[in-house]
């Protein structure tokens, strides 16, 4: 089946303007994470939702960051009055559940809570 | 909160010879550790996990071990190939549900 998608796949924009970046999940996930790359490093973790609700927004570094996802489904980043630091690549992921079982799943399956990302928006501010 | 400190940041093998890659994590309520491998413009994509109630889990060449009293967790890759050459992340999940994720590992398989 489909796999996570973002779009655009690349966004160059001026200093303080504002930006929307789109995440369609995997159908039927209802976890829904957005993590910020920097060059030559880890994802870092930015806001989880769990269904409509943001679970957690604690790694949103200021209020200039937003998330929302009105139906459960899709997702917007958006960013406002962007600075030359915001520049990254903005990756979204997905998961069944937001938690697995113990036991983890039998060999060779998946587990509920298995984050499956999407290619990245790569995020240029100019 | 979780921090994830991950060794080497560069490793370079000779196709065929084994490759190991080691992570160190604080939150001692974290329970679930995945593996990512990244090449170069593409996507994370998971290729290996463990939780905490298990000490070693192995896939074909890829195997990780845990070891719950010293934090820490590594990824062993056998027999490696040129297509292993890609950037991989280790991650540590605690009681929230978000990863917090090791800087990287460039590994290059030299043919």
């Known amino acids: 089946g489909a796999g996570v998608s973002q779009t655009p796949s690349n966004k160059v924009t001026e200093k303080g303007k504002y930006v929307e970046l789109r995440c369609d999940p995997i159908?039927?996930?209802?976890?829904l994470y957005w993590y910020r790359q920097s060059l030559g490093q880890g994802p870092e973790f930015l806001i989880y939702f769990q269904g409509t609700g943001a679970a957690d927004d604690s790694g949103l570094p200021n209020d200039r960051f937003f998330a929302v996802r009105p139906e459960g489904s899709v997702s917007t980043l958006k960013i406002q009055r962007t600075e030359r630091g915001d520049s990254a690549v903005y990756l979204c992921?997905?998961?069944?559940?937001?938690?697995?079982?113990?036991?983890?799943?039998?060999?060779?399956?998946?587990?509920?809570?298995?984050?499956?990302f999407g290619p990245g928006t790569r995020l240029t501010v100019l | 909160g979780e921090n994830v400190e991950q060794h080497p940041s560069t490793l370079s093998v000779q196709e065929g010879d084994s490759a190991v890659i080691k992570c160190t994590y604080s939150?001692?309520?974290?329970?679930?550790f995945p593996w990512y491998k990244q090449e170069l413009g593409k996507r994370p994509q998971l290729i290996i996990d463990i939780r905490s109630n298990v000490g070693e889990k192995k896939d074909q060449r890829i195997a990780v071990t845990l070891n719950k009293t010293a934090k820490h967790f590594s990824l062993h890759i056998t027999e490696t190939q040129p297509e292993d050459s890609a950037v991989y992340f280790c991650?540590?999940?605690?009681?929230?549900?978000?990863?917090?994720f090791g800087s990287g590992t460039q590994l290059t398989v030299l043919p």
């Open positions: 992921a997905s998961s069944l559940k937001a938690l697995g079982l113990a036991g983890g799943a039998p060999r060779g399956g998946s587990s509920t809570d298995t984050q499956y």
């Open positions: 159908s039927g996930h209802t976890a």
């Open positions: 991650a540590a999940r605690a009681t929230a549900r978000q990863l917090t």
């Open positions: 939150d001692s309520a974290s329970n679930y």
